[in-house]
């Protein structure tokens, strides 16, 4: 069936660095991705979102890339802060049912 | 703005027995939607609500679990019975349309354990 998966299941980073969180899609029709970042104890929280027909969209600090040709996106946080620490989805939202990958769980060392 | 209001957060229960949770959605929000949370994964849609209609129920375990969202507002989950593999977060989210395309606000969520 049709999934959307991640790479890595933890990634820790210094406080500062940049951090990139990979995510690999199977259906080639999917037109609508989106980020979420999910603390302990709450429910997701919408990051930023990117449509088929870009290749990167950028917001405060965060940047999404997309490679329709092997199916896989990427989120890259610039200066990664303590408050970063989270579980990070990427979900499709193109299709008829929201699909979220598995998550990646960044953590932050100061 | 008030959030999606989720209660409640916590629930114990033994298998075999009922429960339910509640949820209201951001106001004027059309769209409701529940989803399935077990630890280490992402959420799975269970069912999606526009208005006071079912969009899509093709993951709701019909055989236990049950939704309503009777006057289009807020919403209630119910499993009966319950199960050890129903110990999950049941997320709520809501949007204002129900594009697929469009930010889902999501809840607190309750966590459930089922012993």
């Known amino acids: 069936g049709e999934s959307v998966g991640l790479h890595l299941p933890t990634l820790s980073v210094q406080e500062g660095d940049n951090s990139i969180i990979n995510c690999a899609y199977s259906n080639s029709a999917s037109d609508y991705f989106i980020w979420y970042k999910q603390e302990s104890g709450k429910g997701p929280q919408f990051i930023i979102d990117?449509?088929?027909?870009?290749d990167k969209r950028q917001g405060q600090r965060v940047t999404v890339l997309l490679n329709k040709t092997v199916k896989h996106l990427s989120l890259q946080i610039a200066a990664t802060q303590p408050g970063d620490s989270a579980v990070y989805f990427c979900a499709e939202g193109g299709s008829y049912i929201p699909t979220f990958g598995r998550g990646t769980s960044l953590i932050v060392h100061p | 703005e008030a959030g999606v209001a989720q209660s409640p957060r916590y629930k114990i229960i033994e298998k075999r027995q009922s429960v339910a949770f509640w949820c209201n959605p951001i106001?004027?929000?059309?769209?409701l939607y529940w989803y399935q949370q077990i630890l280490g994964q992402g959420p799975k849609l269970l069912i999606q609500f526009q208005n006071n209609g079912v969009v899509d129920d093709s993951q709701l375990p019909k055989d236990r679990f049950s939704a309503e969202r009777l006057k289009g507002v807020d919403s209630t989950l119910k499993i009966q019975p319950a199960k050890l593999e129903d110990s999950a977060v049941y997320l709520c989210?809501?949007?204002?349309?129900?594009?697929?395309?469009?930010?889902?606000?999501f809840g607190p969520g309750t966590r459930l354990l089922v012993l």
């Open positions: 106001s004027g929000h059309a769209t």
């Open positions: 990117i449509r088929s027909n870009m």
């Open positions: 989210a809501s949007s204002f349309h129900g594009d697929l395309r469009e930010t889902q606000y």
